[in-house]
Every structure is written in structure tokens, then in C-alpha cells.
């Protein structure tokens, strides 16, 4: 009987909203300063657009809309008229051959498939590169689990039309930037697909990247024997799994690891332009003073079926929790739709998961607790009607104040701004009337002060200022 | 063969996202001002929640979601082994017969079935009066047509288990400070349903309520005669369209107006509550000092089937066009999923309106143009690596700058900047870097200066605010 929210989705409380929305309003703003502009594209894409890219694993998760009004008709076409008959041999049949007559359009799975094709439809009208940043929900019809929702937000910055590495280093400078105002510690890992392919080439398995990348991903947690083994079982050859040793025991920092791949590549052309790129990207990272930790990590191999050039990947250091932040460089994205020779790179934050590191670490701001940020009590009408013009001064200044609606006992009123966490409650009796000021009480403490209107706009600022720095300071 | 958007729906470029959210933003932070707090609700909802609750043609209108996978097999249930077979005697039968089988999720229609079914499953973890604000995309299979779209944005804001008539006031303040700070010239209009039904009740014919307001609507265009022939026509008899002649000869001020319907509802109760309501909001609104014009209008008859008190609409004074905002007061929101006796006010803004009537009368604020404030020219790797430092300064001022990523020819650096309305371009020659100063040149006027940073920043900083003020000013 009671209604609820479907299966796998979400509905956002305040609190919720305004902690999502300070991570959202972190990230647009990063973007902000970097030249990025925002674009939104809708949620119904046509299945034309969106079938093919994802797999086909992919096309199963696809959320199918059914085609208005009476459906069955544009699916049996000509014989629309009077009685009509279905028959296959199975129900499975049936859904599949239904389904293109049935359906046409689908709800957006990504943001990157109509990314491209919004460059597509618009080429003529963007200049290139073009750096553009989305914040939309996506849906997947996925079985639901702990974090994995059919509805969930995608925070992604692109720019499309320059192989330039500085977009990788301005990324991963992003990438610092956003973590560093959310008081977030995190570690940026880097590869590059280049390098992967050399390393392939090298020991003399280009055909088998996915089981050497797997193979470096696990020799931490199975140790040299299970990695043998592991890549015995894969198909790997006894001697390419030999000459992958050295690769396996690479140790060192980023500049001892890309020494050693000097050495190591030296025969693969395509190794050794990734060695470049990464030496060039942690340059610029260097030269532009970027904070954020980065290492170049072997076993990072994500996206491997479209990433080209370096591929990055955050983890928390606060919290156990899987890869926060993601992207890369890929060559041909617009190709899909006809457009080629436009090469890209991207990032995309998980706002899920960054929410959850925030929650657990307890980072969220003491300010977003709250919406408004003072109640005035309500005594009467009388007293009611004063109210308005403190309320009207306190707006402009930018707080948030609301009016208890009716003169209740004190009590129920302050049970309000007690649940609602306000933290602030406003008496404006006959005496602060006639003196053209306000009692504040501050609900946690029960401090209570005669002030100005200035004198509290001030203080209300000044409390808000405080209470909006992350929670790390408090901590520490 | 080139890819597009599906018919009724857009994608929104940059320009056009900047003015989108400087109207969503100044909603919401007018919302906030005012103690509503943000919540979002999932894009799909249960079909059982959805249909039903927007009469016969809305059932028609949502968008129907097709179960995943194999859908005919649970829409076929025991008999899904082996051969199947569908019957019967047209299209239509069968896609109705198909629909609750392989169908059992929606769009979001508008926000206010969600949120109703919001406050009914989070009941327990909510204070009343609920003060709410949602602004988030809603889809209809509509016909599409100049102004009306399939995906369109709602920015709603309700107040849910109060009946204060402060919250009717607060939301016509709340529009008046919303246009205003849009520089958009509007004018409020306020009836009551009670009113209207107390006019019904006065000339004896309480069931052609809507008759009567159409009539009401239409005097100014087709006059006496027209109305009652129109009158005649929806069978209002004849004494009773003689009794209505003084209300559709109303006029004067709205204390006039009051003043008439004192006399002409003496003898209905409900006329008189909404006189007295209405007397009180007015009254309200002149003393919050609320700025925005405001008038009662008994012509005013939306939403009639859900309103049952004040109702709201808000007409453009700079641009003809339909409703740009609307609301009213519902006595019994949460009714239809059970939760009885919550009395909700709300008023909604339709920004896709709203922007028509920016756009069309200039009031977009220059700033908006652009994203990007600052282009730094690219000379080689030396003088790039320059402006790494500066760069982040400026950004650190909350200023937006990039990077040219090549050192290409300086006409296309210039041309890249003109196509994307950046006001600013930065050159760190030689002697700049040496000084530790910038060449900041203004690509309208083309005049250039040499700054150091903190001064740069100021300019910068500066010309922003300017370019923040709404378009009005400049004109008059």
C-alpha cells in the first residue's frame, strides 16, 4: 500500500542534497577555473545511438522506453488491421523479436557515448578543442548491490580535438584541485596503454594484454609462483612469462620504474612513446607544482578497450574503498558516429563513492547540516508582523531565515529548529522591537545575545564561514 | 547516417547552460533564502504510483519503461516453456492487453506526484511543516510544438502540513524576489477557489464551475453578449447568467473588487473564506513591503480540479507570453497514497519561459557570454611553463583561465578565443615574465595593459561584477 521508490534508485533527503550538491558544486567549480563549459544532453538518447557501444553486456542494461500510444501497431505495420497473432518458440523469442518494433529510444547508460554525439550533431558550432563538463544521472538496469544503484550521477570533464599531454597534466591538476577543497587524501595512480602494449610486445605476447595486465594487477596479493601459474592457465607461454619477471619485480618510484622501462622497452616503439608521454605528463605535473600524490602504477589497466595513452585512477588514503575518480586518453571517440581523427582525454568523479569516503572519514562540513540558519519564533501576530523586516535584512545578506507559521507554544517551536538542526532561534519581543533589535540563541550552546541587525548578520556570517571548512581542520 | 537528439527533446550547448543556471540558480538560492530545503526523487517511478494520477490523457502521456531483459516471459507467466502465442482482435487490443505485462515503470511526469509519495514513505523522518524544493527534469509524450517539449525542466517549491496563510504570502514574496533579482518585470495574479465557488453558489450553479470561469476569462474579449451566448451554450440557464453580470462587470483595484464580493457572497461561506483569505494575504504581502505587483483576478482559474484555495499565476510585463510561474494552495496532497489531512502550498516556475522572455528582451547578464575569462597564449615550451604559476593564482581568485594547448600562430590563438567570447587574452613574453607582470589584452576593445598579478586579478575581478548585473541597466 504505501508507495516507495523503485528498486535500485534513490530519493535525496536535504541533508543528502546538500552534501551531494557541495561535492557536485566542488567539482563544476574546479572545471569552472579550468575552461571547462557545461552541456547537457537529454535522457532518452535513440537506441540507434546507443546500441553497440557498451558490449553486449552493455545492451542489456540499456533501460528500453516502450514507443507511445498503441505500441503494436507500428510493430506489425502494414498488418495493422483488424485481428492480429503473435508466435515464436519461446518467450525469449518473442521479447527479441518484439523488442525493435516495440522500442526506439533508451535512457542515457553514460555520459560519453552522447558526449560524441553531441560533438557530432554540433561540430560546426564548437571550436576545438572543445573542453566541456557534464553532471548528469545515468542508468543501468544492473542487479542492485552496496553502492551500485540503476540510478546514479556521473561528474565527467572531457576535451576533444587536441592530443596535447597538457590536458593530461591540467587533468590530474583537477583531479588535486577537487580532492584538496573536499580535504580528501587520495592517491592519483597513472599508466599508459602505450607502455602495457610495449610491455606486451617485449616478452612476446601482444595477443594476451588483458592476462600481463591481470598477471602485474595480482603478483602483491599471489606472489611470483600464483602469478606463474595464473598466467600458465591464461595461455601465456612458459618463456613470455619468464621474460615478464623483471616487469613483475619493478620496484621504486616513478623515475626508478620509468628508468627501468627505458631499458626494458627499448626494442618496442610503442613502449617507448609511452614512456614519453608519462615522463612528459609527471614533467608538467612537477613544473605546474601540482600537490596531489601520482605514481606510475603498472597494474593499473582500466578501460583497456578504449583508453589509447595514459589511463588514471584515484584511491582514497582515508578510507578502504575502490576507485574513486577514473579517465584517460582515447583516440578515435566521435568515430563511432562517423566523425574521425578527433582524439580525446577524460576524467569522471564517482560521486557515490566519494560521498561515502566523506560520510565514513566524517569530512562533510558542520555547515551543511543545516539549511536555514535562523528561526524566528512566532508570538502573535503582533510580534509576527516585526519580524518581516529583520527577515527581509537577513535575506539580503544572505542568510537563511525562516518564520515558525503559528504562535504555538515555545516548546513545539523550538522542537522545529531542533529537528531541522537550525542553529540558530531569533526572539524579537516588545523590548528588542522598541529597541530595534534581535535576541539570538544558539541552540547547541543555549547562549543567548541582544544584538543589532548588523551585529547579527555579522555573526551569523562569521558562524557559517567556520562551519563551512571541511571536517579534517576540526580533527587534526 | 549523422546522429541526433530524439524529436522533442535538446541538448543545451554551453551559452545556453550558463543562462539556464543563472536562472535555476537564482531560484534556488531564492528557495533557500526562504528555509526550503532540496530533495530529488529517482526518474523512474512504479507505474501504480504514476497512472491514475493525472487524469485519462496524462495515463497516455508518461513514459512507459520496458521491463529488462526477457520481458515477454514474465508478462507470459506460467506459460513462458516453450512455443507462445499472442491473440487478439487488433493493435490496439494487444498493445493494452501487453502494457501492465512488460511495463511496470514510468518517467517522472511532474514533481508532485513524486513528492507526495517522498512525504508519504519518509513521513517519519520528517518536520512539518515540510518546506521542500525540487528542481529536476520531468518527460511527457506530448506532441512537441513551438515552446513545448518532452524533457523539461520543473524548479517547484512546496510547503506541506501547514494551512498558514504566511506561506501564501511568503511565496508571492518569494517570486517578486526571484524576478527581481532575474531584472524581469512582472505582474502577480491571485484568486481563490473559494471565491469562485462561492460565485457559483451566489448565481446557483454550483456544478458549471468551469463554465463560469471561462466566462469570467473571456469578457474582455468577446464582451457581454459574447459570454452569455457562450453561457447559454454550456448550458448555464438564463437567471442565473443574469445574476453573474455585476462579476464579469467587476472593477477597480483588488480592495475594490473585495470590497464588491463582500456583498455578492453575504450569503456563501465559502465566498466569504476566501474574501477573508484573500483580505489576508494581501494584507500580508503589504506588510512584508513585498514589491512585486499583485492583483486579484477572478479569471484566474488554473488548476481548478487540485486548487482548493489561493492560486497563483505570474505573467511576463516585458515579453507576451503564457504563465512563467504558477501555484496555489491543495488540501490534500498526500491523500491519494493514504497520508490524509496534510494541507501543501506551492508554486512552480517554468524556466524554459523564463528564459524565452530573457532571451527575447536582453536581460541576460554579459558575464554569461563566456566561460573561460582569461586565454594565456602559448609561445613554445619555455614561455608555456611561465604561465603555470600565474595561472594558478588567478584561479585561486576564483577567476577562470586556460591554456592554448600548441604554440601555434597567434591569429589562431586569437580566433580560438574570439569563438568562445573570452573577454581577456594574457602574453608571458620575456620581458613580462622577467618583471613578473602580465600583458592583459581586451579582445573588444583591444586595448592592453601590463599588470602584475594581484592587479590583474582586481581588473578581472571588476569587469566580472559589471558584466554580472542583469541586462536592464544597460539599457535604460
Chains 1, 2 share one sequence.
Not at 4 to 20: A, I
Not at 169 to 186: C, H, S
Not at 346 to 367: C, H, K, N, Q, T
Amino acid at each position: 500500500m504505501k508507495p516507495s521508490t523503485v528498486k535500485g534508485t534513490r530519493d535525496f533527503t536535504p541533508l543528502q542534497m546538500r552534501r551531494r550538491n557541495y561535492i557536485f558544486d566542488t567539482i563544476k567549480e574546479v572545471y569552472r577555473l579550468h575552461g571547462y563549459s557545461p552541456i547537457e544532453t537529454p535522457a532518452m538518447e535513440a537506441l540507434s545511438t546507443l546500441l553497440g557501444k557498451y558490449g553486449e553486456e552493455g545492451d542489456k542494461l540499456l533501460y528500453k522506453v516502450l514507443n507511445s500510444g498503441n505500441f503494436m501497431e507500428k510493430a506489425l505495420k502494414g498488418s495493422s488491421e483488424g485481428p492480429c497473432r503473435l508466435e515464436a518458440s519461446s518467450a525469449e523469442e518473442l521479447s527479441k523479436a518484439l523488442l525493435p518494433g516495440i522500442s526506439e529510444k533508451g535512457l542515457r547508460y553514460d555520459l560519453t557515448v552522447p558526449f560524441a554525439r553531441f560533438v557530432v550533431q554540433h561540430q560546426s558550432e564548437l571550436a576545438f578543442p572543445f573542453k566541456r563538463y557534464q553532471l548528469q544521472p545515468v542508468w543501468r538496469a544492473d542487479r542492485p548491490q552496496k553502492g551500485r544503484y540503476r540510478e546514479f550521477y556521473q561528474c565527467d570533464a572531457d576535451v576533444i580535438g587536441s592530443d596535447s599531454l597538457l590536458y593530461e597534466a591540467e587533468l590530474v591538476q583537477m583531479i588535486g584541485e577537487v580532492f584538496a577543497r573536499l580535504a580528501m587524501r587520495v592517491k592519483v595512480k597513472v599508466n599508459n596503454r602505450k607502455i602495457l602494449a610495449g610491455i606486451a610486445q617485449a616478452v612476446g605476447c601482444q595477443d594476451k594484454l588483458a592476462a600481463l595486465t591481470v598477471a602485474i594487477d595480482k603478483i602483491d596479493k599471489i606472489g611470483l609462483d600464483g602469478v606463474m601459474a595464473e598466467l600458465r592457465e591464461r595461455g601465456v607461454e612458459e618463456d613470455a612469462a619468464a621474460r615478464l619477471v623483471p616487469v613483475l619485480r619493478i620496484e621504486g618510484d616513478t623515475g626508478a620504474r620509468l628508468a627501468f622501462l627505458d631499458g626494458f622497452l627499448s626494442q618496442s616503439p610503442e613502449g617507448r612513446r609511452g614512456i614519453e608521454e608519462t615522463r612528459e605528463i609527471f614533467g608538467l605535473l612537477a613544473r605546474m607544482e601540482v600537490q596531489v600524490p601520482c605514481e606510475l602504477d603498472l597494474s593499473l589497466a582500466r578501460g583497456l578497450n578504449y583508453y589509447t595513452g595514459a589511463i588514471f585512477e584515484v584511491k582514497s588514503e582515508d578510507v578502504p574503498m575502490g576507485s574513486i575518480c577514473g579517465g584517460g586518453r582515447y583516440d578515435d571517440l566521435t568515430g563511432i558516429f562517423g566523425l574521425k581523427g578527433l582524439s580525446g582525454v577524460g576524467i569522471s568523479f564517482g560521486a557515490d563513492r566519494i560521498y561515502d569516503v566523506m560520510e565514513e572519514a566524517g569530512l562533510f562540513p558542520p555547515a551543511l547540516d543545516s539549511g536555514t540558519e535562523v528561526l524566528f519564533v512566532n508570538f502573535g501576530e503582533r510580534e509576527r508582523d516585526w519580524t518581516f523586516a529583520p527577515m527581509s535584512r537577513l535575506r539580503s545578506e544572505g542568510i537563511s531565515v525562516e518564520l515558525y507559521p503559528s504562535a504555538v507554544k515555545l516548546g513545539k517551536q523550538f522542537g522545529y529548529a531542533d529537528s531541522l538542526s537550525i542553529p540558530y532561534v531569533a526572539v524579537l519581543g516588545e523590548n528588542e522591537h522598541a529597541a530595534g533589535k534581535l535576541l539570538l540563541k544558539e541552540m547547541k550552546t543555549g547562549m543567548q545575545q541582544e544584538l543589532s541587525l548588523e551585529e547579527a548578520a555579522a555573526l551569523l556570517k562569521r558562524k557559517r564561514a567556520g562551519a563551512q571548512e571541511g571536517g579534517r581542520e576540526e580533527k587534526d
